[in-house]
RNA sequence: GGGCUCAUAGUUCACUGGUAGAACGCUUCGUUGACAUCGAAGAGGCAGUAGGUUCGAUUCCUACUGGGCCCACCA
């Protein structure tokens, strides 16, 4: 048979995709029927980072596929059970987003126009086509995942979890429904997390205004209507005569205004006058201020950005109209002292396609990262069962003790440094496409107390009285005690607890929930108290309480259900909201093995081996895997974390469409095939360095697969005549290319262990190149002249080039399949990717 | 403001406590039977600057300079 002179990936490719399908060797249940893997082989296991249904195919997913498929095929050859998960993403904001885009382009219509159910209809449509187009792209890198169990972050399975996730975490107290200050989109009309958010800078002015004896500043005068508070340091000299408290009475934008002298550390002295007023409604900073202080907090602007009666004549007018006229009002009245023209603001906004954002003070959904709960699984190495730890702990102790590597290691650091900044995230979106809220309400009708949610938590109380303390309340034990929502929410940690009994020790069940240990005696109680809280004080004659508090209602006199399906009854009507959509991503290594039923997967799969993906989320994604994962599986979701870097265009700037730099993995699999993109994605990238990548690089590694494709051919016109059935006497030199092959081998097997991808794959390309073909088979072609030396070469360029194409198939899959199924090997299997890795 | 990271050949990047490596590019020559998607040979680096540790530093440490990235509530 004819061989062509070039290697032409365009028909090899596909001819062999049809064969890989065909095999189903990708999926582990086949391998081991067909007896490739023993039953009780060890697991290896990677779900593939669901790209968004949105998109399509970029080179960050084909850097991501090559480097996993390689890590999947190299374990596959080496004998483990191995799984390769696939799946999409939703992608809640970014898709919806995108259809509305498209709507108001080509229909001029809002998603409130069409509804909720025929909005949805269309994204679900759009997401359709979109997902199979990125599907097709993903099967022309060569990807070996088992489509078998592909999954969908939005499929009814995932549902299933995602809802049974929300409802366990709520259950545990660690999602809780409350009033605090998030991050509002007034264009997209919905919350955003604080991840998502993108900062820029603006040239702004920024304004020095006369609040009384003060001088105040600020570059968003339209906040400052509500101002009542003016803030400084206590420490702050200049400021000594004024205390805290203080009432003053001044002259303001629309009125006179009675100011109170707030004195706080969050202050710094040095910058501006030293003084602020605050907006605790539309400020992160400002919000925590009148926490701590116990402060009035006033909307000043609506959810769509315009403004509020309190704004008086400004009433009903967009924050940009504002502006200038309110500055006007205020020179006219002489309280502007100066202007600088060449601030520099930084504004927030949505990087998910939205608008500016404003904060707001609103109820939402949170998990609450920062409450101690009792962890509730066995078995776990880092935390025993029983133990009292938060969210934040928990996520920062799997990877200080090592149960989870990240690698590079550097971004260990980073991660934690996040943990420790991390605030309680808020995971309800006013969106619609995406998972709603498995939480229903309805009206009482009578004052029907309604058992809902059960809890233990301790806490001390100094003093004999029969009466006690809490924050502003005073209260008996046995009383019934209504709570603001916000004041409780940080003794409690969270649900919307409208009713409390207080139960002293002694009646009942003494389970300290810091350790799950049950305490016959008080005192053992206030010692494991102590341990867990060194910074109260505890006496001796401390009493220590542990009292139940158990939700009677919602709060507006609702009742509320948090379940997996809808309750049984009438009237209940479902949460509108809908999750973020990081909180399902979350779940991602274990809802898709079936969690939360007990399956054969989840068992023999999860944790999963590793998990791989671009450093850029991190934060968004691995961090919360973690926190989801851990909670609610008492596993890691992944042993080693192996993050790659962004890729980029030869000049190291960003891929984008206003760039015009932007290089689509599948033209470079059609122009130089998918073995050459592959290999250009791994060589030259470090871990968690960028990549960076052009067209060149590309035609590159074309010539290398090329090069391979030569080789064979030499093989085949030079051993037609060889039999395999004998071993031939080898020659001192030939024994010594085995020898240094086997070297080789280990080196390979060494560094793709390590995760040093790049370097293995140079290894196999300079020996391939400038060894076997330049030296080897330069040498050969005279000894293959020779009768007396030419069988013994023919054995050994035949059994070299049959390990070569094995240690290569995992960068250069096609290359190697195509040659394989050519090759005059004995006991051929069905496809080289069943092979066994050489020792 | 805090943190991370990079600086090595024209370019993109590795390895390494022992007087520097690869790929691409470049130069010259060669090659019509594995491959021009090729081969051989070659040019090209005071390893950002200044110190320190060391018998010895490109490698470890410190400072500086200049890039890049991430985080942060300076109103």
């Known amino acids: 048979m004819e061989i062509p002179k070039a290697y032409s990936p365009k028909e090899a490719e596909d001819k062999i995709l049809a064969l890989w399908r065909k095999s189903d060797f990708a999926n582990p249940d086949t391998c081991v029927k067909k007896g490739v893997t023993k039953e009780d082989a060890k697991p290896f296991s990677i779900v593939l980072p669901p790209p968004n249904v949105t998109g399509t195919l970029h080179m960050g997913h084909a850097a991501m596929l090559a480097i996993e498929d390689i890590l999947i095929r190299f374990h596959r050859m080496q004998g483990y059970k191995t799984l390769w998960l696939p799946g999409t993403d939703h992608a809640a904001i970014a898709t919806e987003s995108k259809v509305e885009q498209t709507l108001y382009k080509t229909e001029g219509k809002t998603r409130h126009d069409l509804g909720r159910p025929e909005f949805l209809e269309r994204v679900e449509q759009f997401a359709k086509e979109s997902h199979d187009a990125i599907l097709h792209q993903i099967k022309k890198m060569g990807a070996s995942l088992d489509w078998s169990r592909e999954a969908y972050t939005l499929d009814e399975e ?22 605090r200050i998030v991050n509002w989109d007034p264009k997209m009309q919905t919350t955003v997390s604080d991840d998502e ?185 880092s935390v025993k069962k029983g133990e009292l730890i938060s969210l934040k702990d928990l996520m920062a102790r799997v990877v200080k003790k090592k149960e989870i590597e990240i690698l590079p290691k550097r971004f260990e650091k980073t991660y934690f440094h996040w943990i420790d900044n991390l605030r309680d995230w808020c995971i309800s979106r006013q969106i619609w496409f ?62 919307e607890i409208t009713n409390i009994q207080i139960t002293t020790v002694e009646k009942i069940d003494l389970k300290d929930p810091l350790h799950g240990t049950t305490y016959k005696r008080q005192d053992e109680l206030i010692a494991a108290f102590k341990r867990h809280y060194p910074e109260r004080k505890v006496t001796s004659k401390t009493e220590v309480f542990v009292y139940t508090y158990r939700l009677i209602a919602g709060k507006d006199g609702q009742e509320l259900f948090v379940g997996t399906e809808t309750p049984k009854g009438e009237r209940w009507t479902q949460d509108t909201d809908t999750l973020d959509t990081w909180f399902s991503s979350g779940l991602w290594t274990f809802s898709t093995l079936g969690w939360p039923e007990k399956t054969k997967d989840l068992k023999t799969f999860h944790p999963t081996s590793v998990l791989e993906t671009g450093y850029d989320i991190l934060f968004f994604w691995i961090a919360r895997m973690i926190l989801m994962t851990t909670y609610l599986v008492g596993q890691v979701p992944f042993k080693t974390v192996y993050l790659h870097g962004l890729v980029r265009d030869d000049k190291g700037r960003k891929m984008s469409k206003s760039l015009g730099n932007i290089i689509d993995p599948l033209d470079m699999i059609t122009k130089y095939g998918a073995d050459a993109t592959r290999l250009s994605l791994i060589i030259g990238a470090a871990p968690g360095n960028d990549i960076k990548i052009s067209e060149d690089k590309v035609r590159g590694y074309r010539n290398f697969v090329n090069k391979v494709w030569n080789i064979s051919r030499f093989l085949a016109m030079n051993t037609q005549d060889f039999t395999s059935k004998r071993k031939p006497v080898l020659s ?108």
């Open 434 to 495: 995406g998972h709603q809220i498995p939480v229903w309400y309805r009206e009482l009708k009578t004052e029907k107390k309604i058992g809902f949610h059960e809890n233990v938590v301790p806490q001390v109380f100094a003093g004999k009285t029969k009466t006690y303390r809490l924050r502003d309340h005073e209260f008996e034990i046995g009383d019934k005690v209504l709570f603001e929502n916000s004041q409780q929410r940080e003794i409690f940690g969270g649900g």
């Open 197 to 381: 958010i993108e900062w820029k800078e603006e040239k702004a002015s920024f304004y020095y205004l006369q609040y009384g004896p003060f001088v105040i500043s600020t570059a968003r005068p339209e906040t400052k209507f509500g101002d009542k508070y003016v803030v400084m340091h206590p420490k702050d000299k200049r400021y000594k005569q004024y205390t805290h408290g203080q009432k003053i009475e001044l002259e303001w934008i629309t009125g006179p205004v009675t100011a109170t002298v707030i004195k706080d550390e969050a202050i710094d002295m040095e910058f501006g006058t030293g003084v602020m007023t605050i907006t605790p409604w539309h400020d992160t900073t400002d919000f925590e201020i009148a926490e701590r202080h116990n402060l009035d907090k006033e909307q000043i602007i609506d959810l769509k950005g315009k403004l509020l009666p309190i704004a008086k004549e400004f009433a009903g007018m967009h924050i940009t109209k504002a502006r200038p006229l309110i500055i006007q009002k205020l020179q006219e009245k002489g309280l502007v002292k100066k202007i600088d023209e060449n601030y520099v603001h930084r504004i927030a906004t949505n990087s998910r396609g939205g608008g500016i954002i404003e904060p707001q003070i609103m109820r939402q959904w949170f998990v609450d990262v920062n409450k101690p709960f009792t962890f509730p699984h066995a078995g776990f190495k």
């Open 158 to 179: 995932r549902n299933l979890s995602v809802r049974t996730a929300f409802k366990r975490m709520h259950e545990g107290g660690l999602i809780y429904r409350g009033n």
């Open 732 to 839: 001192a030199s030939d024994k010594k290319l085995l020898n240094d092959f086997s070297k080789l081998t280990k080196e390979v097997t060494k560094n793709i262990g390590f995760f040093r991808l790049s370097q293995a794959a140079e290894t196999l390309y300079h020996y391939t190149w400038h060894t076997f073909a330049d030296k080897i088979i330069e040498e050969s072609k005279k000894l293959l002249e020779n009768q007396k030396t030419r069988a013994s070469r023919q054995y050994v360029l035949l059994t070299i080039f049959a390990d070569l194409l094995k240690l290569l198939h995992p960068f250069v899959p096609f290359v190697t399949e195509e040659l394989y199924q050519q090759l005059p090997v004995k006991n051929r299997k069905e496809s080289l990717m069943i092979e066994q890795w050489p020792v």
